[in-house]
T-cell receptor, first 110, second 113 residues
Framework: DTGVSQNPRHKITKRGQNVTFRCDPISEHNRLYWYRQTLGQGPEFLTYFQNEAQLEKSRLLSDRFSAERPKGSFSTLEIQRTEQGDSAMYLC????????FGPGTRLTVT | DQQVKQNSPSLSVQEGRISILNCDYTNSMFDYFLWYKKYPAEGPTFLISISSIKDKNEDGRFTVFLNKSAKHLSLHIVPSQPGDSAVYFCAAGFSGGYNKLIFGAGTRLAVHP
């Protein structure tokens, strides 16, 4: 399967811990996006890469959040000092045009 | 400030009938609109899109209609099938979808036999 993959699928962490998620986009897609989805809402944009360049960041992305895409391939999203409000589904998408989403990483902060 | 709104959280339709899902937007600068379908424990799956230069786009059982003056779009599914039961998200963006998408809150469609 050559779709977008995300790891881990689920993460449970204690408040204050750091977590890192990984996204592997479809190989020929140079654009990569991160979104966050909470219960009852649609995905909310977090950040966007074209190749290795981070071109846009949402105000939702506080200074505890950082995203990277070294070499323009896979991407990581790190959350430092997690808070209960960070509990959500974190979705990655890649595109040449229409955005194709991965299955997401569900984060639960206890 | 919700720029994309799906005012019906749920819709129930009988198999074989038409399903109509609605979406309203507030930003007249949006020029690209998409519908995604989401099953539990999966990411959203792209369904169909429409550019603002068109008012209709069709793909099999799925048709999207765009009314720019009303800032309204709708997704028609005909005939509806039980496998169409999912959450449907409307999304809007700029420049052919190359940038961020703004999503509505979703409508849960249930197609029953």
């Amino acid at each position: 399967d050559t779709g977008v993959s995300q790891n881990p699928r689920h993460k449970i962490t204690k408040r204050g811990q750091n977590v890192t998620f990984r996204c592997d986009p479809i190989s020929e897609h140079n654009r990569l996006y991160w979104y966050r989805q909470t219960l009852g809402q649609g995905p909310e944009f977090l950040t966007y890469f074209q190749n290795e360049a981070q071109l846009e960041k949402s105000r939702l992305l506080s200074d505890r959040f950082s995203a990277e895409r070294p070499k323009g391939s896979f991407s990581t999203l790190e959350i430092q000092r997690t808070e209960q409000g960070d509990s959500a589904m974190y979705l990655c998408a890649s595109s040449p045009g229409e955005q194709y989403f991965g299955p997401g990483t569900r984060l639960t902060v206890t | 400030d919700q720029q994309v709104k799906q005012n019906s959280p749920s819709l129930s339709v009988q198999e074989g009938r038409i399903s109509i899902l609605n979406c309203d937007y507030t930003n007249s600068m949006f020029d690209y609109f998409l519908w995604y379908k989401k099953y539990p424990a999966e990411g959203p799956t792209f369904l169909i899109s429409i550019s603002s230069i068109k008012d209709k786009n069709e793909d099999g059982r799925f048709t999207v209609f765009l009314n720019k003056s009303a800032k309204h779009l709708s997704l028609h599914i005909v005939p509806s099938q039980p496998g169409d039961s999912a959450v449907y998200f409307c999304a809007a963006g700029f420049s052919g979808g190359y940038n961020k998408l703004i999503f509505g809150a979703g409508t849960r469609l249930a197609v029953h036999p």
